[in-house]
């Protein structure tokens, strides 16, 4: 996901018969679980990226990992780091009310965000459906933080400085 910036039309195939969906030509073809095992790697690399930044920028105080984990967590991050497919059904599930209240809280909050977001898209652009309203939220959108665990940063953190 990375920086986005724009695509020219030219580069854009509409898959036939798959609603909302789109694809850049000449791209590789790859397996639904592979495209979102890449955003999840690039998730974490946009993370470490952060935690750099934020050590680096840390002036004459000293943090621990815990602390900068803790800052990178909350930081605005690039993207939403999940594929349309995935997205698009979470977002259906949580209109109907059919995520169970034990799904991870953190998840909870970016599907809630996200749905804020293409509702929003739909009212400005007067969009009807959610598929298309989150296609550019996906394509164009940054996300208010990493939809991560403090503890799952600090252990990214922690596997980079073992290296």
């Known amino acids: 996901m990375g920086k986005l910036g724009f695509i020219k039309i030219s580069d854009v ?3 036939p018969g798959w609603r909302g969906k ?3 030509k000449n791209s590789k073809i790859t397996t639904k679980k592979s495209r979102m095992f ?5 998730r974490d690399r946009d993370f470490l990226k952060v935690c750099r930044r934020i050590r680096e920028n840390q002036g004459g105080a000293r943090l621990t990992m815990r602390q900068v984990a803790g800052k990178a967590v909350k930081t605005e991050a690039p993207g939403y780091y999940v594929t349309f497919d995935y997205a698009y059904r979470m977002l259906r599930l949580l209109r109907n009310g059919r995520i169970s209240p034990d799904y991870n809280r953190i998840k909870i909050q970016q599907w809630e965000e996200l749905r804020v977001k293409v509702d929003k898209v739909r009212k400005s652009y007067g969009i009807r459906d959610d598929a298309t309203a989150l296609g550019l939220v996906l394509a164009g959108g940054r996300a ?5 665990s ?3 940063g600090l ?3 922690k596997n980079l400085n073992s290296k």
């Not at 208010?144 to 991560?148: E, K, M, T, Y």
Request: glycine share 0%; aromatic share 18%; hydrophobic share 65%.
């Open 13 to 15: 195939v509409i898959l």
């Open 38 to 42: 890449e955003a999840m790697k690039t």
């Open 22 to 24: 789109f694809a850049m």
């Open 150 to 152: 403090q503890a799952y």
């Open 155 to 157: 252990r990214l953190l």
């Open 144 to 148: 208010s933080r990493f939809f991560i």
